[in-house]
């Protein structure tokens, strides 16, 4: 009578040990960046080539142009600029805002974002999807907030001074999609736009003349 069990115990070890097989199988995956990534990341640059300049970034310390109609900066670390973060599911990136300053409203489908805000006040918010549930909340020097994976969120300098913020993910690859720019800076035709959002054609038209869509 135990041997079905034991045999259910083995497959679940074995299906374990497949989800982890990479990290068992080498230490890291320093990404081959003269190779077009795949659905899967980076392939790994061949060992006997990695350095510690792999695992080295320095391109947080200038602060990124904030001289834009959002009047927000942000240089990434991710795996395209920080090599060694490949396979690691971690990034990081640097966020300049002028007083007044903002994110859009965007999401990044394979990361949770954790914000820490190191000067200045932003307000930072989330959008549920369960009912919709919008959490927001004012944050200052040494204060930090988490946005779920997937979900819509944005940062406004709600503060008197410039804000430097770093936001973590939980990918070295963490994409994005910022809302405005999928609807207005494409060639999504302008009366579906108006059909799917409830605002006016002459509204949606002046957004993609704004954010250079067609359509």
Same mark, same amino acid.
């Given at each position: 009578?135990?041997?079905?069990?034991?045999?259910?115990?083995?497959?679940?070890?074995?299906?374990?040990?497949?989800?982890?097989?990479?990290?068992?199988?080498?230490?890291?995956?320093?990404?081959?960046?003269? !190779?077009?990534?795949?659905?899967? #990341?980076?392939?790994?640059? $061949?060992?006997?080539? !990695?350095?510690?300049?792999?695992?080295?970034?320095?391109?947080?310390?200038?602060?990124?142009?904030?001289?834009?109609?959002?009047?927000?900066?942000?240089?990434?670390?991710?795996? *395209?600029?920080?090599?060694?973060? &490949?396979?690691?599911?971690?990034?990081?990136?640097?966020?300049?805002?002028?007083?007044?300053?903002?994110?859009?409203?965007?999401?990044?489908?394979?990361?949770?974002?954790?914000?820490?805000?190191?000067?200045?006040?932003?307000?930072?918010?989330?959008?549920?999807?369960?009912?919709?549930?919008?959490?927001? $909340?004012?944050? &200052?020097?040494?204060?930090?907030?988490?946005?779920?994976? #997937?979900?819509?969120?944005?940062?406004? &300098?709600?503060?008197?001074?410039?804000?430097?913020?770093?936001?973590?993910?939980?990918?070295?690859?963490?994409?994005?999609? *910022?809302?405005?720019?999928?609807?207005?800076?494409?060639?999504?035709?302008?009366?579906?736009?108006? $059909?799917?959002?409830?605002?006016?054609?002459?509204?949606?038209?002046?957004? $993609?003349?704004?954010?250079?869509?067609?359509?």
């Amino acid at each position: 009578m135990q041997i079905p069990y034991l045999f259910i115990f083995s497959l679940l070890l074995l299906l374990l040990l497949a989800a982890f097989s990479d990290a068992l199988v080498q230490d890291f995956c320093v990404a081959d960046l003269s !190779v077009p990534a795949g659905p899967a #990341g980076y392939p790994c640059k $061949k060992s006997a080539s !990695v350095t510690a300049e792999d695992f080295f970034f320095h391109g947080l310390t200038t602060p990124g142009s904030t001289k834009n109609r959002v009047g927000a900066g942000f240089a990434a670390a991710f795996d *395209t600029q920080f090599p060694g973060v &490949n396979g690691l599911g971690v990034s990081i990136g640097r966020l300049d805002l002028e007083v007044g300053g903002f994110v859009p409203l965007h999401s990044h489908p394979t990361a949770a974002e954790l914000v820490l805000v190191a000067e200045g006040t932003l307000t930072f918010g989330f959008i549920s999807s369960y009912e919709n549930k919008v959490y927001i $909340k004012t944050l &200052n020097k040494w204060d930090i907030m988490v946005a779920p994976q #997937g979900l819509l969120h944005f940062a406004i &300098n709600t503060g008197n001074t410039t804000a430097l913020a770093f936001a973590s993910f939980s990918s070295q690859h963490p994409g994005i999609q *910022t809302t405005p720019l999928a609807l207005f800076q494409n060639d999504f035709p302008t009366d579906l736009v108006a $059909k799917t959002t409830f605002l006016d054609v002459e509204q949606v038209k002046k957004l $993609k003349a704004l954010l250079g869509g067609t359509g």
